[in-house]
């Protein structure tokens, strides 16, 4: 492209030479070239077209004109038609004969006796003008003037296209230097499209493959899990014989041997007996624990405002010597299974009851904040509460905030609880401060 | 032995548990036992052998060679109406429960190693037995 540009420069390179080029400051110069073989008449010629402040070339014969001719333009010739050796007519066939020169206007100057024959040959043979001897100077300036005119104007017009040739050449090269950049940019564009769909669909592949050796493992998880339960739940089921019938013998030794029995023995007795009872209480908890998560239960729509009605009547049976105040909220109905939301509230209407022990009144509040997407159910009491630090290990199994002489239990309850609303695919938290009571959210699907 | 006492026969795999049995039973002066049996094969050998035919049977579920069910089932097909038959497992599980019952068992009773539990249990059987006999 650069180099077809220069190649176009230098092709107007001769029109620079001759002093024309636009570049050179002021107006360009037109060359007009007098042809005369008499020093004197293109002296006279000379003198009066002066005055156009043009440049003048001056040839005394055809031949040197067609010399000057072929090495500059030229805006008009003056040529004589009577020149020794070749004569005006002679020189512009030789000049029309060239193809850059055959739109040369050419001005013939004749003697007037020779008009007649010579103005209609001059004419066929392009002359744009004739001049008659002797020359009126007005004329004859004026008539090159306006060759010079229309020569500068053509020019001018050529010059204009040339530029804007050239302009359009270089924008066209521009826009093919562009297009070729905006190829290439674009090649390394798609390349860069294609590795990062490469990386990509190695990335969706590496993401499949982990999602399924993820899946792959929740389910070995799942299962393993599931087999440490069974084996919990067989273990606990295989316990319970053997604690009951210890606790049996404990107390048929109390019933039968009460009386030979030394105060010391009687006092040991008494506690393997509870020790035993208690290890019996823990397996069955243990074993209601993980009966929740091997059994299939159904799901109905329970009335939770019936249910806990008859919790807390239990409860208040269960425990007559307490006074309880307490307030009971308009409860939701929920899709669950009765009888293990039915544990729940037990255990968490007990617990309320229990840890409120040190109070007279206690007061017991179960309720339900009722929101868009869930309904938030609560038991809240003003009992001795806990520390929220420990708030994590409440849900634990065999887990214990209190020591057992100050609250009876086996720290399965929460767990249990837990474990029931998880199946139901809610949520249970717990918030408290210690001797500023509990309370204790579990969330359900609603109907 | 009076004619009186109701006649009991012991079913259960654990030694442990028929003492226990026997000592609950017989603290009752309604009841005697007149046989035990290790398991299911046993107590149906028992039945059909030349001992006295008991008014009761506890029968324990869990045993080896034949179980209660089983025992139960050929109950049902030997139609020994006259029997009473009162289910003693260590097990709680509704179906064990639920199975016990279709299979004709009379009561269904956890074992239990404490006194107040034990009471209630030989008053229920008591009952029944005298609520069956009134048939």
Redesign the interface.
């Known amino acids: 492209m650069a180099a077809s540009l220069t190649k176009r420069k230098m092709e107007r390179q001769p029109s620079s030479d001759t002093g024309k080029s636009h570049a050179h400051a002021g107006p360009p110069k037109a060359n007009i070239l007098i042809v005369d073989d008499r020093m004197d008449k293109r002296l006279a010629m000379e003198t009066v077209i002066e005055d156009l402040h043009q440049n003048i070339v001056m040839a005394s014969s055809g031949r040197e004109a067609l010399r000057h001719l072929l090495n500059q333009e030229f805006a008009v010739i003056l040529l004589d038609v009577n020149m020794p050796v070749m004569d005006g007519f002679e020189t512009a066939v030789l000049i029309r004969e060239r193809k850059s020169l055959e739109n040369v206007p050419i001005i013939f100057v004749s003697a007037i006796s020779d008009t007649e024959t010579h103005v209609s040959r001059g004419y066929s043979l392009g002359a744009v003008d004739y001049i008659l001897a002797p020359i009126v100077p007005e004329i004859l300036r004026a008539k090159v003037a306006v060759f010079v005119e229309l020569y500068k104007a053509t020019e001018q017009v050529r010059r204009q296209a040339e530029d804007l040739l050239l302009a359009h050449n270089e924008l066209e090269g521009r826009v093919k230097l562009r297009t070729a950049e905006l190829a290439l940019t674009n090649n390394a564009l798609r390349v860069e499209v294609e590795e990062r769909e490469h990386a990509e669909e190695s990335l969706r592949q590496l993401n499949l493959k982990l999602e399924e050796r993820v899946s792959e493992r929740t389910a070995e998880l799942r299962s393993a899990n599931q087999e440490l339960e069974a084996f919990s739940y067989s273990i606990a089921?295989d316990l319970?014989?053997p604690f009951?019938?210890i606790?049996?013998y404990t107390?048929?030794l109390q019933?039968e041997f009460s009386e030979v029995l030394p105060d010391e023995a009687k006092k040991y007795l008494k506690r393997i007996e509870s020790k035993?009872?208690e290890m019996?209480r823990m397996v069955d908890d243990l074993l209601n624990l993980f009966?929740v998560v091997r059994q299939q239960f159904d799901f109905a729509n329970v009335d939770l405002n019936d249910l806990v009605k008859d919790v807390v009547a239990s409860s208040r049976e269960a425990s007559p010597e307490r006074s309880i105040e307490w307030k009971i909220g308009n409860l939701p109905t929920v899709n669950c299974n009765y009888g293990l939301i039915r544990q729940v509230f037990d255990n968490l209407v007990s617990n309320a009851v229990k840890y409120t022990r040190p109070r007279n009144p206690a007061h017991i509040e179960i309720g339900c904040n009722r929101a868009e997407q869930e309904d938030v159910i609560f038991v809240r009491d003003d009992g001795v509460g806990f520390d929220m630090e420990s708030g994590e290990r409440l849900f634990g199994v065999f887990q214990r905030l209190h020591r057992p002489e100050e609250f009876e239990g086996t720290g399965v309850g929460l767990a249990l609880a837990s474990r029931i609303i998880r199946k139901h695919g809610g949520r249970i938290w717990a918030e408290g401060r210690v001797d500023q009571g509990a309370t204790f959210y579990f969330t359900l699907r609603k109907k | 032995m009076g004619t009186d006492k109701y006649k009991v026969l012991l079913v259960d795999d654990?030694p442990?548990?028929r003492f226990?049995e026997r000592?609950i039973l017989e603290r009752s002066p309604k009841f005697i036992v007149v046989g035990e049996a290790r398991d299911g094969q046993e107590a149906m050998d028992y039945l059909q052998g030349k001992g006295d035919f008991p008014d009761l049977i506890l029968l324990d579920l869990k045993m080896p060679r034949k179980n209660g069910f089983d025992v139960l089932q050929w109950i049902q097909t030997a139609k020994l109406d006259r029997l009473t038959v009162a289910v003693m497992s260590?097990?709680w599980?509704a179906e064990d429960v639920a199975q016990s019952l279709a299979l004709g068992a009379h009561a269904y009773f956890k074992?239990?190693?404490?006194?107040e539990e034990q009471d209630k249990m030989i008053f229920e059987i008591e009952k029944l037995l005298s609520d069956r006999k009134s048939l």
Do not use: N, V
């Open positions: 089921h319970r014989a009951r019938q606790h049996g107390e048929l019933e035993s009872k019996g009966g | 654990s442990d548990d226990f000592i260590g097990s599980l074992k239990s190693s404490t006194r």
